[in-house]
């Protein structure tokens, strides 16, 4: 499976962004779709994820009430709406798939994912 990210950009602080991840290839039946971040100088961090059939999903403390995960089954496409942006937003944005998810408490566990897609890079000004 391919995973296509877009949506980044610059924005101010107190915008909006919503970033896209199109997913290409064989057939996906209830993967979990993650969204991470990593900013310059730091590790790679769980920001949401979503299952695909249920649409159960999971979020960082530092963006709930603030981003909201979404996905389009018949477009096979999740997207991350992000209001309320912050400067310590700013950081490269990837989404992953977890094809064999676990429960609940492990969709913020980036060594569960399967397929990762390029990155999209979000900047938020202050």
């Known amino acids: 499976v391919q995973l296509q990210a877009s949506g980044g950009g610059l924005v101010q602080a107190g915008g909006s962004l919503r970033l896209s991840c199109a997913a290409a290839?064989?057939?996906?039946?209830?993967?979990?779709m993650g969204w991470f971040r990593q900013a310059p100088g730091k590790e790679r961090e769980f920001v949401a994820a979503?299952?695909?059939?249920?649409?159960?999903?999971r979020y960082a403390d530092s963006v709930k009430g603030r981003f909201a995960v979404s996905i389009d089954n018949a477009k096979n496409t999740v997207f991350l709406q992000m209001n309320s942006l912050k400067p310590e937003d700013t950081a490269v944005y990837y989404c992953?798939?977890?094809?064999?998810?676990?429960?609940?408490?492990?969709?913020?566990?980036?060594?569960?994912?399967?397929?990762w897609g390029q990155g999209t890079l979000v900047t938020v000004s202050s």
């Open positions: 290839g064989r057939g996906i039946s209830n993967p979990v």
């Open positions: 979503i299952r695909r059939i249920t649409g159960g999903s």
């Open positions: 992953a798939a977890d094809f064999t998810p676990g429960p609940w408490s492990t969709w913020q566990d980036s060594n569960l994912y399967d397929s």
